[in-house]
């Protein structure tokens, strides 16, 4: 049985309030955006304002004040009350108090959704926030007999085998690696590899390039979105799909119903039923061994406290509010921030992004590019104050 988990909302102080208008507002950035409907991350199926491809200026503001919140904000979550896997002593959840994030981050945030969280009480609270930000881009029934799938207690818990690979006593070391091009000819695979767990997204391409990114994946984060993108982008690349191996859990990232019923096929082995992957089969993607023991989904409060508290780019600002949201990496290496005693990241964007490649696999020099659905250059500032308050080890070459 899952773990039950309270589901009473976390309260928000005075202090964490003021935090939040002060700190991720100042950091606000100018990264030119232009949104391309063939990113892998493109959000071009979600409801809401379609991007235009050019740049547009904060036509939609609205009052931000002490008393004044947009509705879509909703900086108020769910509380999971789940003890710590390990004594870790200097490990991320204590060093977080004397660094200059305390105020953003909750320790009791959930940051998986499973079973018992679908009640009706907890969808009409969430229906109200449309794509990763809630439950607003899909139907009760859709939800609810996806989640029932959830129930075991590995679906609840990020590193759910942790008591089979150490102890109490130790320290869960995770790597987490993103595809960027500052990863070609590091030699840094055996390093990643010796992580307990090693936490992979999107195009990433292992065959050909183990020397420099390893070849383990313990957890691979995706939407169906960027992982049907993906299958297209990065065929020529040598992307074949999501790595397949026993100790792999697959981590979904849900945007669109179109997650919760790839999730639902994946775990009973049948067609997706309905939807724009209708009648694909799961087990191309996830191998003939998965079970749902093996699936997991980020909770939306998750990402939309993510969003709010540690990428609240100023493009929530524009009529693209509803398509932005912070990358499928960036949830991946916060959502290990959140679960790891320590985190290093690789293959992130760094102030050098420009001397290389957009990704480690590129054949030929390909500058990074900056869309509207994502604001790379808060995340790239978001991963310097991460790694120089020593919440994160940053890959940064030099
Ligand atoms: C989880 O749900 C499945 C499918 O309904 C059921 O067969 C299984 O017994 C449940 N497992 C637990 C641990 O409740
Ligand atoms: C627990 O883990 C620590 C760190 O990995 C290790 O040094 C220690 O020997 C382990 N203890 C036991 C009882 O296995």
Redesign the pocket.
């Known amino acids: 049985?899952s773990a039950p988990r309270r589901l009473a909302l976390a309260g928000v102080t005075m202090a964490s309030l003021l935090c939040f208008y002060l700190l991720p507002w100042s950091q606000l950035t100018d990264g030119l955006s232009v949104f391309r409907s063939d990113s892998p991350d493109s959000e071009s199926s979600l409801g809401g304002d379609r991007a235009s491809p050019t740049p547009s200026p904060a036509a939609h503001a609205y009052v931000l004040g002490k008393t004044t919140v947009p509705s879509f904000i909703g900086d108020a979550y769910a509380n999971e009350d789940v003890p710590p896997q390990t004594d870790c002593r200097d490990g991320i959840r204590s060093r977080v108090l004397r660094s200059d994030v305390a105020g953003l981050f909750l320790k009791n945030i959930p940051v998986l959704q499973q079973s018992t969280d679908a009640t009706p009480a907890q969808y009409s609270r969430l229906s109200r926030y449309v794509g990763a930000n809630g439950w607003g881009s899909l139907t009760y029934p859709v939800l609810s007999d996806a989640l029932?799938?959830l129930?075991?207690s590995a679906n609840g818990v990020m590193l759910d085998d942790w008591a089979s690979r150490g102890n109490r006593s130790g320290c869960i070391r995770c790597a987490v690696v993103g595809n960027g091009g500052i990863l070609k000819d590091s030699e840094k695979g055996e390093e990643i590899d010796g992580h307990h767990y090693v936490f992979r997204t999107n195009g990433a391409v292992l065959t050909g390039f183990e020397k420099d990114v390893g070849v383990r994946t313990t957890h691979y984060t995706f939407s169906t979105n960027t992982l049907m993108n993906s299958m297209m982008s990065y065929a020529s690349a040598g992307y074949r799909g999501p790595p397949q191996s026993q100790e792999t859990r697959y981590v979904f990232l849900p945007d669109h119903d179109r997650d919760y019923l790839m999730m639902k096929a994946a775990a009973q082995h049948t067609l997706v039923e309905q939807g724009r992957e209708q009648g694909k089969d799961p087990t191309a993607y996830f191998g003939k061994d998965v079970t749902a023991a093996k699936l997991k989904m980020y909770h939306p409060d998750f990402i939309r406290y993510l969003r709010n508290r540690f990428l609240r780019s100023k493009t929530l600002k524009t009529k693209h509010r509803n398509i932005y949201r912070p990358s499928t990496g960036a949830i991946m290496l916060l959502a290990a921030l959140h679960s790891c005693d320590r985190v290093s990241a690789y293959g992130f964007m760094t102030p050098q992004y420009k001397k290389y490649s957009d990704h480690y696999y590129d054949k030929q020099y390909h500058r990074v590019g900056f869309f509207i659905n994502h604001d790379l250059m808060l995340e790239m500032n978001l991963w310097q104050r991460l790694h120089r308050a020593g919440l994160i080890t940053l890959y940064m070459r030099s």
């Open positions: 049985m029932a799938l129930n075991s």
